[in-house]
């Protein structure tokens, strides 16, 4: 069966102009369960192709690649309505797709093994913001997500989800009475990543497995720009950081082209007494993060430092991709030499150890990047599966459920063979 792809839906909030080659919906395939031809057509869709994939299968779950290519992001997210597959098959499927190279190309190869922010972890991690992640016990790569009592659930006992809202990480929080009235916000704008030891996975899988039905709701931002954004109950909201970067102003081209972000030592458990801003972009304040002396053990080699843009090798396009909660210092490069210094901040380099400066120099650049005409809120349905390009976007969980409102997801992220690329010299000199 051939694969068809047809543009995302956009909602009426969203500007068309930003969301071109933003995503599209793929039609005609079960991802449990892709033939050789399809495989390729959705690296294809996923993927930009700088020289001719040779695909050949030797058994049903074993395709080899008889030449060397590459394969960077094309499309940031893809859609596939109506998926059945196993946390086993889901498990694959991310695995399969952002690693291919020249060989053996299979469902357990061993370049990536490990859930993103390591198996078994998060739910034993109690300090962590992320311990009501549960990991499937014979998977441990697919975390179990969601909302409600589960009971049975691929070999887990009843286990009661929280699905995290605005009302248990912000400073501030929106009434009852206006929550009543359907208002909610942005839960945490952030990149699938641990940010300490394992590098960012390339692709995420959310399987909606069971989705709650309800009223809409209105996203508010409560920064005094008045925004707001109507949304369906719970959605998934995403946002580009290659439109964060080309929408930025020449000045903070320039200093997002020479930045990168040092992150805290394991910083969702350093960020968790700490809460966070109304537009769920970082956090609001200093001084309530876990003192770094009293951080469980860490090593100092550990401790990730990644450029401010990471660049798809191919396409040569820059996304603005930071984890603003979990950053603690920002090293700016001088310019180089010849560039123009007018108007230009930090021309000789900086290293801000500042916390809070590092938080005002980053929102500065983000927050343009998720106004409410840049978001795409995900309508969830049942068995919706979505694969993206962490890597290239940036989501945020949204609104508020009720304990009888069921909702049952699979997660699966896995830590990356390797660290994002920055931009090249060529790419310095062009932003500079």
């Known amino acids: 069966m051939t694969v068809e792809l047809t543009p995302l839906q956009l909602p009426p909030s969203a500007d068309p102009s930003h969301f071109v080659d933003f995503g599209r919906e793929v039609k005609g395939v079960n991802p449990g369960e892709l033939t050789p031809t399809q495989f390729a057509e959705i690296h294809d869709a996923l993927y930009k192709v700088s020289s001719p994939i040779n695909l050949i299968c030797r058994d049903s779950s074993t395709f080899f690649v008889d030449n060397e290519y590459v394969l960077p992001h094309q499309h940031?997210?893809?859609?596939?309505?109506?998926?059945?597959?196993?946390?086993?098959?889901?498990?694959?499927?991310?695995k399969v797709i952002p690693f291919p190279f020249h060989g053996l190309l299979t469902a357990f190869?061993?370049?990536?093994?490990?859930?993103?922010?390591?198996?078994?972890?998060?739910?034993?991690?109690?300090?962590?913001?992320?311990?009501?992640?549960?990991?499937?016990?014979?998977?441990?790569?697919?975390?179990?997500?969601?909302?409600?009592?589960?009971?049975?659930?691929?070999?887990?006992?009843?286990?009661?989800?929280?699905?995290?809202?605005?009302?248990?990480?912000?400073?501030?929080?929106?009434?009852?009475?206006?929550?009543?009235?359907?208002?909610?916000?942005?839960?945490?704008?952030?990149?699938?990543?641990?940010?300490?030891?394992?590098?960012?996975?390339?692709?995420?899988?959310?399987?909606?497995?069971?989705?709650?039905?309800?009223?809409?709701?209105?996203?508010?931002?409560?920064?005094?720009?008045?925004?707001?954004?109507?949304?369906?109950?719970?959605?998934?909201?995403?946002?580009?950081?290659?439109?964060?970067?080309?929408?930025?102003?020449?000045?903070?081209?320039?200093?997002?082209?020479?930045?990168?972000?040092?992150?805290?030592?394991?910083?969702?458990?350093?960020?968790?007494?700490?809460?966070?801003?109304?537009?769920?972009?970082?956090?609001?304040?200093?001084?309530?993060?876990?003192?770094?002396?009293?951080?469980p053990d860490w090593e100092e080699s550990k401790v990730k430092t990644y450029p401010v843009l990471w660049k798809n090798p191919v396409t040569g396009d820059l996304h603005f991709q930071v984890h603003s909660w979990a950053a603690r210092e920002l090293i700016v490069d001088p310019l180089p030499r010849g560039a123009e210094r007018g108007g230009v901040l930090y021309p000789d380099g900086v290293y801000i150890k500042d916390l809070a400066e590092v938080r005002a120099l980053l929102y500065k650049m983000q927050r343009p990047g998720i106004a409410p005409h840049l978001v795409y809120p995900h309508d969830w349905r049942d068995k919706d599966l979505i694969l993206f390009h962490n890597r290239g976007l940036m989501h945020s969980v949204v609104g508020a459920l009720e304990p009888d409102q069921t909702r049952v997801f699979h997660q699966c992220n896995l830590a990356a063979s390797d660290a994002p690329a920055g931009p090249t010299e060529d790419d310095i000199f062009k932003w500079t």
């Not at 940031?76 to 991310?94: C, D, K, V, W």
């Not at 390591?118 to 992640?133: C, D």
């Open 109 to 295: 190869d061993l370049q990536s093994e490990t859930y993103g922010h390591g198996n078994n972890k998060t739910e034993s991690t109690k300090k962590s913001i992320l311990r009501y992640i549960k990991s499937i016990t014979r998977v441990p790569q697919v975390q179990l997500i969601g909302n409600g009592a589960v009971t049975d659930h691929e070999g887990l006992a009843t286990t009661v989800l929280k699905h995290p809202s605005h009302t248990t990480f912000h400073n501030t929080r929106i009434s009852e009475e206006d929550e009543a009235k359907g208002y909610t916000r942005f839960c945490r704008w952030h990149i699938d990543a641990a940010l300490y030891e394992y590098e960012p996975s390339r692709v995420t899988t959310l399987y909606g497995i069971t989705v709650p039905k309800g009223d809409r709701q209105t996203v508010r931002y409560d920064d005094g720009t008045g925004d707001e954004l109507s949304v369906p109950l719970a959605p998934t909201a995403f946002v580009s950081g290659k439109t964060m970067f080309k929408i930025l102003p020449p000045e903070l081209k320039n200093l997002a082209v020479r930045a990168s972000v040092r992150y805290a030592p394991h910083p969702y458990v350093w960020m968790a007494p700490a809460r966070a801003l109304p537009t769920g972009l970082g956090i609001e304040g200093v001084g309530l993060e876990v003192p770094v002396r009293e951080l």
């Open 76 to 94: 940031g997210a893809l859609l596939f309505r109506n998926a059945s597959l196993t946390p086993e098959q889901q498990y694959a499927f991310t």
